[in-house]
């Protein structure tokens, strides 16, 4: 079945860039026109979804990032990525990749990666 | 941006008791609502999409009812297993997708 694990670094200096990795295994990123999204979550909060990125490559962003944030694909590679620039420590959180069906059911965030913790620290 | 509202905030029950919990939109979201479950540590996993569908692999004491601005998820018999965050997402209208803060349900 398809599964999705993110990847990158943990520690990353305020003003730089952010930049992690999700890997698909077990399936194509580009079957089916589905969407690939992150969502983050700081410790001990609520869920907020930056964006995503749809198979033929357009994306959509959360209009309170939109100035800060990158999805894109790599097909070659089955993979997709996340850039987030003038990161501050308000964008220290766990760090989801998840899969969006789109229009196919279930309509929903069906599957997603374990989650990666990304400190904003100097 | 569509708001979501989630009562109540924690919710502690003795196993086998229902549990319902409440997502309330700011508008209309039609059906497309979904429901997570989040244990402590691991990611959310989808447990209902759009209102009332259960999730493939989802246990049938989950339910989730409503429409427009109001849903229930519903746990007809809670397991000690059902420790966890739930929380309510809205399909709607985006960007952005938005989640509600979250319901915490605990064992008595």
């Known amino acids: 079945q398809v599964q999705l694990q993110e990847s990158g670094p943990g520690l990353v200096k305020p003003s730089q860039t952010l930049s992690l990795t999700c890997t698909v295994s077990?399936?194509?990123?580009?079957?089916?026109?589905?969407?690939w999204s992150w969502i983050r979550q700081p410790a001990g909060k609520g869920l907020e979804w930056l964006g995503r990125v749809k198979t033929s490559g357009s994306t959509n962003y959360n209009p309170s990032l939109t100035s800060r944030v990158t999805i894109s694909l790599d097909t070659s590679k089955n993979q997709f990525s996340l850039k987030l620039n003038s990161v501050t420590a308000a964008d220290t959180a766990v760090y989801y990749c998840?899969?969006?069906?789109?229009?196919?059911?279930?309509?929903?965030?069906?599957?997603w990666g374990q989650g990666t913790t990304v400190t904003v620290s100097s | 941006e569509i708001m979501l509202t989630q009562s109540p905030a924690t919710l502690s029950l003795s196993p086998g008791e229902r549990a319902t919990l409440s997502c309330r939109a700011s508008q209309d979201v039609s059906s497309y609502l979904a429901w997570y479950q989040q244990k402590p540590g691991q990611a959310p996993r989808l447990l209902i999409y759009d209102a009332s569908y259960r999730a493939t692999g989802i246990p049938a004491r989950f339910s989730g009812s409503g429409s427009g601005t109001d849903f229930t998820l519903t746990i007809s018999s809670l397991e000690p297993e059902d420790v966890a965050v739930y929380y309510c997402q809205q399909r709607t209208t985006w960007p952005p997708f938005t989640f509600g803060p979250g319901t915490k349900v605990a064992i008595k």
């Open positions: 077990g399936g194509s990123i580009t079957s089916d026109s589905l969407y």
């Open positions: 998840a899969r969006d069906p789109g229009v196919y059911d279930p309509n929903a965030f069906d599957i």
